[in-house]
C-alpha cells in the first residue's frame, strides 16, 4: 500500500526548534515531496518541497530562512527542520508526495496524490 507516515509534531515555545520526519512506504514512487500545513480555521497551504535528488527545493515566503526541508533517499525520509518558530506557525502539518515532475516544484495540494496522516505542531507565545 503506498502510503506516507508523518510525525514529530509537538508543543513548543516560539522561538524553540521542531524536526518533522516523513517516511515513504516505497511504493508511491513520487520524485517529488512537499509539506503543507493547516492553521486551525484555515485553508491548507503550501510549505516546502524538494525533488528527491535533494538539488531542488521550493519555501513559501512565511518560512523561508527559518525552515529547511531535506531528503535522506537509503531511508526513504523527508525532513522539515523548522527554527525559530512562531505561533503563527502553529499548524497540522502535511507531508505529501508526486510521482509527476514538471520543470517548477508544485506547491498546489491538487499537485500531491499521497499525503501523510498529519502531525500537529503548536507554538505557545
Known amino acids: 500500500q503506498a502510503q506516507l507516515v508523518d510525525s514529530g509534531g509537538g508543543s513548543v515555545q516560539a522561538g524553540d526548534s521542531l524536526r518533522l520526519s516523513c517516511v515513504d512506504s516505497?511504493?508511491?514512487?513520487?520524485?517529488?515531496y512537499g509539506w503543507f500545513r493547516q492553521p486551525p480555521g484555515k485553508e491548507r497551504e503550501f510549505v516546502a518541497a524538494?525533488?528527491?535528488?535533494?538539488?531542488?527545493?521550493l519555501y513559501a515566503d512565511s518560512v523561508k530562512g527559518r525552515f529547511t526541508i531535506s531528503r535522506d533517499n537509503p531511508k526513504n525520509a523527508v525532513y522539515l527542520q523548522m527554527n525559530s518558530l512562531k505561533p503563527e506557525d502553529t499548524a497540522i502539518y502535511f507531508c505529501?508526495?508526486?510521482?509527476?515532475?514538471?520543470?517548477?516544484?508544485?506547491?498546489?495540494?491538487?499537485?500531491?496524490?499521497?499525503w501523510g496522516q498529519g502531525t500537529q505542531v503548536t507554538v505557545l507565545s
Open positions: 505529501a508526495g508526486t510521482a509527476q515532475f514538471a520543470v517548477g516544484l508544485p506547491s498546489r495540494s491538487v499537485d500531491y496524490p499521497y
Open positions: 516505497g511504493r508511491t514512487a513520487s520524485v517529488v
Open positions: 524538494i525533488k528527491w535528488t535533494g538539488d531542488n527545493t
